[in-house]
């Protein structure tokens, strides 16, 4: 587990201005879950300093996600079975559509 912390980061070249770089910042991000506004203090994000363009941090991003799913209570330890007992070959992907 590795917490975000002052860990070296390179600001990276914006891709919407030719000038800008985005500087890893700790802003408010906030999302709806359901009618609920969530607001997240302190999430990693990367903004220009040219243009204002905002990427949030992929990881910090699936972590929310995670944490706000509505699973996210139960421990989620079961390893799905492995998908060995499939018979055939084909798409991994499985949907039962009926
Ligand atoms: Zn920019």
Not at 23 to 39: A, H, M, N, S, V
Not at 57 to 82: F, N, Q, V, Y
Request: aromatic share 8%; with cysteine.
């Amino acid at each position: 587990m590795s917490e975000i912390e002052h860990v070296h980061i390179d600001p990276i070249p914006c891709n919407e201005c030719p000038a800008g770089m985005m500087q890893p910042r700790l802003i408010t991000y906030f999302t709806w879950l359901g009618e609920e506004l969530i607001t997240v203090p302190h999430f990693p994000a990367w903004i220009c300093d040219m243009c204002g363009k905002r990427e949030y941090d992929e990881k910090a991003i699936s972590w929310l996600t995670m944490l706000l799913s509505p699973t996210a209570g139960k421990p989620t330890h079961r390893h799905r079975k492995a998908p060995l007992a499939q018979p055939r070959s084909g798409p991994a992907h499985a949907t039962t559509d009926s």
